[in-house]
């Protein structure tokens, strides 16, 4: 469905496609949009299957847009060979012939050629001229590292638009591509550039109005050639844990460092440093959320489980930290232990409805089955349902007991722990819950009288109403005619679509009543005639 909507729109913009121009492997192209001027590149084999990239924001979310097929409409309307002849022509050989090999015919160019060549296309794009430049000042003998710091420094940017994203990114690959031209020769001089750099891209991203994974990336290349810098000249211990414990906790959010990447980097001396800075730092500090990772961190590469568990326990406001130390001692064999942890998670009560109990209570579950204790299995997803009644509970209660003799007495007590949370109404959901419930087991009639006395929402009526009209059609047309007048009052096409797809269900529901559905269409049709879309759809689906 999206792609033939992407083709419906791309329609419109074939007659605007202009600056068409070949590529080696593809074309490119510019499209006009909402928002400007978009770029689309296009690569592959017409009538066949082609890739596209394009500026706009749908386009920079990976997607084949109406500018991508704006333009390979274009090609196909502008192409040389016959259509049943495309399937296997390159996108760029619609207009220009035979493929052109690029490098065969560059290494028949004299030299002089080719620099001036190069050079007059540097003087109007800016993407060559800032690669010539990076290349120039890292081919010399003696690299000029100051020049270099200056192109890091014009990483910094304030705002990036979606337009402007792309070549930020492009820009840093060069820079970086320079800088490991300068490995491992000049390792020390350039980790002060790295560092910066990885400064720089991590706060752009935080800026960028698109898509930022690009420069995320980006900035975790910075971090990855830190590294080897770093492995080929050491940096001083000491010095290197100030500078990490003071940009993990006030740099930006990228790129991603860990300390287990850099424990033999720092030694004991600097694991030392690290631990003092991080303890020096106020608890209640606006960044402690940080502050408490680093901690966690530092406590894990000890690899002292029972040092690990003391730090987590410190903070046991939510069932995952239960899970998590759990976690710890079933790694280390400790079973009775992580048992005990899971259990003292369940009864603190807290976030009864939190999906985080449901993975508590899944991991007990497991360690009981493990360690031959089946039997609390189902003690514990009773427990677990009533301390958090809902559609999942009750389904995992149900398998886990139904083929037991308790099952009976269990499911009246889950029932009508449901039917007094519908009555209370203290939770929006409690009808919906009661009604789903009760269609899985079956019990429709009651699930019907539900949804006519509770509040329900709009698709659990619907499931119930279809379930009704099994024995009761009158009833579910009731429900529906409504729905389908709202659904038209929508003025929209996905409105049209619901109401006749309504109408569909409907007309075998009006053959059993006896009811002229006909009759009830032409209303709808006089009703509406002046919305054609409406009329267009009821006659696609021979209403």
Known sequence: MA?????????????????????????????????????????????????????????????????????????????????????????????????????????????EDLVDLLAQQAQHDPGLYRKLRLMALTAAHTPDLTALDRQVELLAVDWLDYDAADDYAGGADDLLQAVERLLPAYASAVQPLLRRAMRLLGEAANVAEGDSYPITAAAGQAWELYLRACETAPPDPVEFADWLVGFQLTGPDWPDLSLTEVVKLLGDAGLDRYRERLAAVPGDSPGRWRLRHLQEELVSVSGDTDALIKFLAEDLSGPQQFVRIAQLLRRDGRNDEAIDWLERGFATGRGPHDHRLTTLVDLLIEVYTQTGRDGEVIGLRERHFTAAADGSTYRALRTAAEHTTEWPVMRARALDLLRRQARGQADWYAADTLARVLLDEDEVAEAWQVAQDHRCTEPVRLAVTARRAETHPADAIAVYRPVVAAAIQQTTNAGYERAAQLLLTMRPLFARTGEDFAGYVAQLRGANRRKRNFIAELTRNGL
């Open 3 to 111: 792609g033939s909507r992407s083709y419906a729109r791309g329609l419109g913009y074939v007659d605007a496609v202009t600056g068409l121009g070949e590529l080696p492997d593809g074309v490119t192209a510019t499209v006009p949009g909402m928002g400007g001027r978009y770029r689309v590149r296009l690569t592959g084999e017409l009538a066949r299957e082609l890739d596209g990239d394009c500026t706009c924001p749908y386009g920079q979310e990976g997607n084949f847009c109406k500018h991508c097929v704006a333009v390979g409409l274009y090609l196909l309307r502008t192409a040389d060979p016959a259509p049943e002849q495309l399937g296997d022509v390159p996108v760029g050989r619609t207009r220009g012939g035979a493929k052109f090999d690029v490098r065969s015919f560059l290494s028949t160019m004299a030299h």
